[in-house]
């Protein structure tokens, strides 16, 4: 690292340049002659300074949070009762429910708009590794634990209203720990598409940190249920 700030430390060795230097000095001083100033006092010397020029040190370079949800722009104006845009909702993931293998998420959506707007069949998703490439991940309708989420079904969210959709994965098809490499190729960011599609414009999903990254990489298959009412036996995340 740079200290630009700090002055370099000086030589304990004269160098020949600085040691010319103060022998031109000496050697004037020994002259005895010393001219004086315009105030009739003796000029003052001046000493050359060894201080090397400093360096301008480097900016810090801004990493993204993983925890920072990104959406896409609207796909269409949102129209009162019309499909859900991006801009209408947000989105929270619950606590990833990991049993063996098998990866579990539920992401609520919630219409934050003054318009209601409806969901419709099944949600789609797409991730985006940590070092920020597009993952093509392989949907499947349903859901492993409940073969009723795989009824496809449409949803009407009024203002605050909200809906659940359930995200699974299997977590040990990823390979083993490869170090730095390994962590790239999983899920910094994911979301949910309204439309169910894989190109649609997407809701970012809001997850807490520490479940972050994923174990979703590229061409992973991920299931998604239909679309739900929020069960209220189900605890809060």
């Given at each position: 690292?740079?200290?630009?700030?700090?002055?370099?430390?000086?030589?304990?060795?004269?160098?020949?340049?600085?040691?010319?230097?103060?022998?031109?000095?000496?050697?004037?001083?020994?002259?005895?002659?010393?001219?004086?100033?315009?105030?009739?006092?003796?000029?003052?010397?001046?000493?050359?300074?060894?201080?090397?020029?400093?360096?301008?040190?480097?900016?810090?370079?801004?990493?993204?949070?993983?925890?920072?949800?990104?959406?896409?722009?609207?796909?269409?104006?949102?129209?009162?009762?019309?499909?859900?845009?991006?801009?209408?909702?947000?989105?929270?993931?619950?606590?990833?429910?990991?049993a063996t293998g098998y990866r579990q998420v539920d992401v609520t959506v919630t219409?934050?708009?003054?318009?209601?707007?409806?969901?419709?069949?099944?949600?789609?998703?797409?991730?985006?590794?940590?070092?920020?490439?597009?993952?093509?991940?392989?949907?499947?309708?349903?859901?492993?634990?409940?073969?009723?989420?795989?009824?496809?079904?449409?949803?009407?969210?009024?203002?605050?209203?909200?809906?659940?959709?359930?995200?699974?994965?299997?977590?040990?098809?990823?390979?083993?720990?490869?170090?730095?490499?390994?962590?790239?190729?999983?899920?910094?960011?994911?979301?949910?598409?309204?439309?169910?599609?894989s190109d649609g414009p997407g809701v970012g999903v809001a997850i807490d940190s520490?479940?972050?990254?994923?174990?979703?990489?590229?061409?992973?298959?991920?299931?998604?249920?239909?679309?739900?009412?929020?069960?209220?036996?189900?605890?809060?995340?």
């Open positions: 690292m740079i200290d630009g700030g700090r002055a370099a430390a000086a030589p304990r060795g004269r160098t020949p340049a600085l040691a010319a230097l103060l022998a031109l000095a000496l050697a004037g001083c020994g002259a005895g002659d010393q001219t004086d100033g315009a105030d009739g006092g003796p000029t003052p010397e001046v000493v050359a300074s060894a201080t090397e020029p400093t360096e301008p040190t480097e900016e810090p370079t801004s990493v993204p949070t993983f925890s920072e949800p990104i959406s896409d722009p609207d796909g269409a104006t949102p129209t009162a009762g019309a499909p859900c845009q991006p801009s209408q909702l947000s989105a929270v993931a619950g606590v990833v429910d990991a219409n934050t708009s003054d318009l209601a707007c409806t969901l419709d069949g099944f949600a789609g998703v797409d991730a985006t590794g940590v070092d920020g490439t597009d993952l093509d991940l392989v949907r499947t309708d349903g859901s492993w634990n409940d073969p009723a989420d795989g009824t496809a079904r449409t949803v009407e969210l009024a203002p605050s209203a909200a809906a659940v959709v359930l995200v699974g994965w299997r977590g040990d098809q990823v390979g083993t720990w490869d170090g730095q490499q390994y962590r790239d190729e999983l899920t910094g960011w994911l979301q949910v598409v309204p439309d169910g599609t520490p479940a972050l990254p994923l174990d979703i990489v590229d061409g992973q298959e991920v299931v998604t249920s239909a679309w739900l009412r929020p069960d209220p036996a189900r605890p809060p995340a």
